[in-house]
């Protein structure tokens, strides 16, 4: 049975889960920065950021974050959806959705009315009720789609 939980609340080590969303996301020279921003994450599910562990019996296979900023130039926009992976023995369960509407639910609660995300994939979002709303750009300088999802779909 799948689970999400708070990394801080994981029945993984915060290391554990700071060790896979790392190995799905980073390089090798940048585990102390996902290694510190998760350990200094909301122990509550009040703030951002806040940083989850998608696990099936007692093996991670999934991971997102929620944070205030994607790396890209719309600071103003947020709190943003990041860092979606799901195993690829474990897609085509519809996970993905159980993801957005949990982080939907979370965001909500903190107030807001919609949660933003960078992405080059087309036709995938929307699916789930992601809209395209404008191109920021990376600090590369390439621009990058940002989409919004309004949290009513929780």
């Not at 080590?13 to 921003?37: L, R």
């Not at 806040?50 to 600071?75: K, M, P, W």
């Not at 036709?123 to 992601?130: D, I, L, M, N």
């Amino acid at each position: 049975m799948y689970q999400i939980y708070n990394v801080n609340n994981s029945p993984k080590s915060v290391i554990e889960c700071a060790k896979y969303i790392h190995s799905k996301w980073g390089s090798q020279e940048n585990y102390s920065y996902f290694e510190n921003a998760i350990l200094n994450s909301g122990k509550t599910e009040d703030s951002i950021p806040q940083f989850y562990v998608l696990v099936n019996g007692d093996e991670i296979v999934g991971c997102f974050g929620l944070i205030i900023n994607d790396f890209v130039s719309r600071h103003d926009l947020y709190p943003w959806f990041s860092s979606l992976f799901i195993e690829p023995e474990h897609r085509g369960n519809r996970l993905s959705k159980t993801m957005f509407d949990y982080a939907s639910k979370v965001v909500k609660s903190m107030g807001y009315s919609c949660m933003y995300l960078t992405t080059d994939h087309t036709s995938f979002y929307e699916k789930f009720g992601w809209v395209r709303i404008e191109d920021a750009y990376e600090l590369s300088g390439e621009a990058t789609r940002v989409y919004c999802r309004a949290v009513a779909h929780a």
